[in-house]
């Protein structure tokens, strides 16, 4: 019977992201599956929020205090340790 695990690959080497097969070896199927892409209405609202991060009258520490609260919303690859740059 077939089962059914998940799991990234990167480059050649797979990272099980939950249950995994025990050791051994194995024959697999591979689906690479599309990254999630953000909607059009993502992207406005992110623009919307930044957009009077500069206001006049606002010091530095509050700017980098809004946008940290941002930041802290946003989904980002890069904060993973497991993610690397494809170049």
């Given at each position: 019977?077939?089962?059914?695990?998940?799991?990234?690959?990167?480059?050649?080497?797979?990272?099980?992201?939950?249950?995994?097969p025990?050791?051994?070896r194995?024959?697999?199927l591979?689906?690479?599956?599309?990254?999630?892409?953000r909607?059009q209405?993502e992207?406005?609202c992110?623009?919307?929020?930044t957009?009077?991060?500069?206001?006049?009258?606002?010091?530095?520490?509050?700017i980098?205090?809004q946008?940290?609260?941002?930041?802290?919303?946003w989904?980002?690859?890069w904060?993973?340790p497991?993610?690397?740059?494809?170049?």
């Amino acid at each position: 019977m077939r089962q059914t695990y998940e799991a990234e690959l990167d480059n050649d080497r797979v990272r099980w992201t939950g249950r995994h097969p025990e050791a051994g070896r194995h024959r697999i199927l591979v689906t690479v599956l599309d990254p999630p892409t953000r909607s059009q209405e993502e992207i406005q609202c992110v623009l919307d929020q930044t957009r009077g991060a500069w206001d006049t009258g606002k010091s530095m520490d509050e700017i980098d205090a809004q946008l940290e609260a941002m930041r802290a919303e946003w989904d980002r690859p890069w904060d993973d340790p497991n993610w690397k740059l494809e170049v």
